[in-house]
T-cell receptor, first 115, second 116 residues
Framework: AQSVTQLGSHVSVSEGALVLLRCNYSSSVPPYLFWYVQYPNQGLQLLLKYTTGATLVKGINGFEAEFKKSETSFHLTKPSAHMSDAAEYFCAVRNYGGSQGNLIFGKGTKLSVKP | KAGVTQTPRYLIKTRGQQVTLSCSPISGHRSVSWYQQTPGQGLQFLFEYFSETQRNKGNFPGRFSGRQFSNSRSEMNVSTLELGDSALYLC???????????????FGPGTRLTVL
C-alpha cells in the first residue's frame, strides 16, 4: 500500500530564502509522485510530477523536486522564495485501485513567506 | 483550453437536506474523480467515474453518490446532510481512467459546502 508523509504542517521562510518542503513516501511498486499547490479558496494546481527517468524534476514557478529512491523522498525546493509562493503544498503518490483512490495525498504543508 | 469547472462555488444547506454538485471536465477528458477536503481529514477520495461508470469508490457512506453523463460531466449528490459533511469538494479530470494510467489529474476550484 502507498502512503505519504509530509514533515512540518507549517513552514515559514523569509522572502528570498530557500524553500524546502519535505515529503517521504511508502510504496510497494515504483512510485509516481506529484506535488500540488493550493492557494486560498482555490483547487489544486499541479507543480510537477515524477514518473520515470530523470530524478530531478523541474516544475512551474521555479520549483523543483528530486526523487531519491534510497531515502524514499521527494522533497520540493525553490532557491528563492517569493511572497506569491505563500500557499499550501501537497505531496501525492499514485495509487493503483482500492478505496484510497487514484492519488494518496499527504496532510499538506502551509508555506508562509515573510517580507 | 478551459479548465475543470465546478458549480456552484459555494453552498449553504441545513442538516437533513440533500445537495447536488456539478463538475465539467476539461474537453476530451473522460475520467472524473471526486475528493472531499476537510481540515481534520485532509483530502479523501470519494469516487471515480469513467465512461459513465463508477470505477472506484472510497470509504464513504451510501449517502454520497454520483453519476457521469455521456458528455463526461459529472454530478455528486449527498443526501441527508450532516454537519460533518461541511467541506470543500474537489473534482479532478484526466484523459484516461485514473486508476489504470499515469495521466495527470487536473483539479477544479471546488465547491465549498457548509451544513448548518
Amino acid at each position: 500500500a502507498q502512503s505519504v508523509t509530509q514533515l512540518g504542517s507549517h513552514v515559514s521562510v523569509s522572502e528570498g530564502a530557500l524553500v524546502l518542503l519535505r515529503c517521504n513516501y511508502s510504496s510497494s511498486v515504483p512510485p509516481y509522485l506529484f506535488w500540488y499547490v493550493q492557494y486560498p479558496n482555490q483547487g489544486l494546481q499541479l507543480l510537477l510530477k515524477y514518473t520515470t527517468g530523470a530524478t530531478l524534476v523541474k516544475g512551474i514557478n521555479g520549483f523543483e523536486a528530486e526523487f531519491k529512491k534510497s531515502e524514499t523522498s521527494f522533497h520540493l525546493t525553490k532557491p528563492s522564495a517569493h511572497m506569491s509562493d505563500a500557499a499550501e503544498y501537497f505531496c501525492a503518490v499514485r495509487n493503483y485501485g482500492g478505496s484510497q483512490g487514484n492519488l494518496i495525498f499527504g496532510k499538506g504543508t502551509k508555506l508562509s513567506v515573510k517580507p | 483550453k478551459a479548465g475543470v469547472t465546478q458549480t456552484p462555488r459555494y453552498l449553504i444547506k441545513t442538516r437533513g437536506q440533500q445537495v447536488t454538485l456539478s463538475c465539467s471536465p476539461i474537453s476530451g477528458h473522460r475520467s472524473v474523480s471526486w475528493y472531499q477536503q476537510t481540515p481534520g481529514q485532509g483530502l479523501q477520495f470519494l469516487f471515480e467515474y469513467f465512461s459513465e461508470t463508477q470505477r472506484n469508490k472510497g470509504n464513504f457512506p451510501g449517502r454520497f453518490s454520483g453519476r457521469q453523463f455521456s458528455n463526461s460531466r459529472s454530478e455528486m449528490n449527498v443526501s441527508t446532510l450532516e454537519l460533518g459533511d461541511s467541506a470543500l469538494y474537489l473534482c479532478a479530470s484526466s484523459i484516461g481512467q485514473a486508476t489504470l494510467n499515469t495521466d495527470t489529474q487536473y483539479f477544479g476550484p471546488g465547491t465549498r459546502l457548509t451544513v448548518l
